[in-house]
């Protein structure tokens, strides 16, 4: 059985050679990634457009355009 403390260095120096890698995103991550941003703005349309996030922005929205003591 290795010692712990080489296999945490092992694993800290394939961490940093990875990180020095930047040979940048095949097609398909950037494809994968368009994918999930695209999910994730879905989404938050999904959310925003709830009925109860609704009024709860409107009444934020009129709260804070009312002036002070009216």
Not at 4 to 27: F, I, K
Request: hydrophobic letters at 60%; charged letters at 10%; zero cysteines.
């Amino acid at each position: 059985m290795e010692n712990p403390t080489t296999v945490v260095a092992l694993l800290v120096a394939r961490l940093a050679a990875l990180a020095r890698d930047d040979e940048g995103m095949s097609t398909v991550e950037y494809a994968i990634g368009l994918i999930a941003a695209a999910a994730f703005a879905g989404l938050l349309f999904v959310i925003i457009n709830a009925p109860a996030v609704m009024g709860a922005l409107t009444g934020l929205i009129q709260r804070s355009l009312t002036p002070a003591g009216g």
